[in-house]
């Protein structure tokens, strides 16, 4: 029997998509952020539909990767010098 890829399972359980944006290197890592933020959300969503978390347990881990999403983007100083 083989062992499965640990790059193949990564790549599955945590899919990360291009980056179309203006290329800085802010704006990238918060968008690798991002998208492991909508990630997390989703799997939380999931566990909470299947009866695995309690609705407030599913809006505690929420409200905390929103913090620290937000967090995120006040380090990288995103948006506050956004040119048109």
Do not use: C
């Not at 599955?12 to 952020?33: I, M, T």
């Not at 969503?45 to 309690?54: A, F, H, M, V, Y």
């Amino acid at each position: 029997m083989t062992q499965p890829n640990s790059q193949d399972k990564n790549s599955f359980l945590y899919p990360r998509s291009r980056y179309y944006g203006k290329f800085q290197p802010e704006n990238f890592v918060f968008n690798a952020n991002l998208q492991e933020f909508s990630q997390k959300i989703s799997y939380i969503t999931s566990l909470e539909t299947g009866g695995k978390l309690s609705q407030e347990e599913a809006y505690q881990q929420i409200k905390s990767l929103w913090k620290e999403l937000k967090h995120s983007k006040k380090q990288l100083s995103i948006g506050k010098n956004q040119e048109i």
